[in-house]
């Protein structure tokens, strides 16, 4: 019982006591954080660089996927995004994947291939955007490196207003857009 109480007195007051109960650390990015003022997303090519801090003005989402053209994110994710009603109410969509701007691209042009929802598609190639959101995942087995959990950010004037983070990583459920949009 001595240890006990001692081992509590000796956790840093500076860590959050939901920490001390989780075998792992929950994501970083939460409501009131800002977007990452990094220039690092790239849109359709290398050079061109998109940098959310300063590109998403107002309202708008930031819907994070592990891959581009896998089978939950290309059969429901997205699709529940491009397809939703509500979709011209929340404001500029934006999809990031750790990917390269070109596979983005297609990605974009099979699942919207008019463009006509809106939504872009940016690559995260290094996966610095993803690491600065702190949301990414060892998927080494699978995509042979780290990925992006799937989330939705729904931002408002460069903060985060909700976060819609899957706590399994991967699936489609506490991110899917009836559950962001209604």
């Known amino acids: 019982m001595f240890a006990a109480r001692r081992l509590a007195t000796n956790v840093p ?105 809106g939504i872009r598609f940016l690559g995260d190639p290094t996966g610095k955007f993803s690491e600065a959101l702190d949301v990414t995942f060892d998927s080494s087995s699978i995509f042979g490196n780290h990925r992006s959990k799937r989330y939705a950010l729904v931002v408002e004037d460069g903060k985060v207003k909700e976060a819609y983070i899957e706590p399994d990583n991967t699936g489609v459920n506490v991110s899917a857009a009836e559950k962001v949009l209604g």
């Open 13 to 117: 007051r500076a860590m959050p006591r939901r920490a001390l109960f989780h075998s792992t650390a929950p994501a970083f990015v939460q409501r009131g954080d800002a977007i990452p003022d990094l220039d690092v997303l790239v849109e359709n090519s290398p050079g061109n660089k998109v940098n959310l801090a300063k590109e998403l003005k107002g309202k708008g989402i930031i819907l994070g996927v592990p891959a581009a053209f896998s089978p939950a994110c290309s059969s429901s994710h997205v699709p529940g995004y491009i397809n939703h009603p509500k979709l011209k109410e929340a404001g500029q969509v934006f999809v990031v994947s750790v990917n390269d701007p070109f596979v983005m691209k297609a990605w974009g042009v099979s699942l919207d291939a008019t463009g006509k929802s």
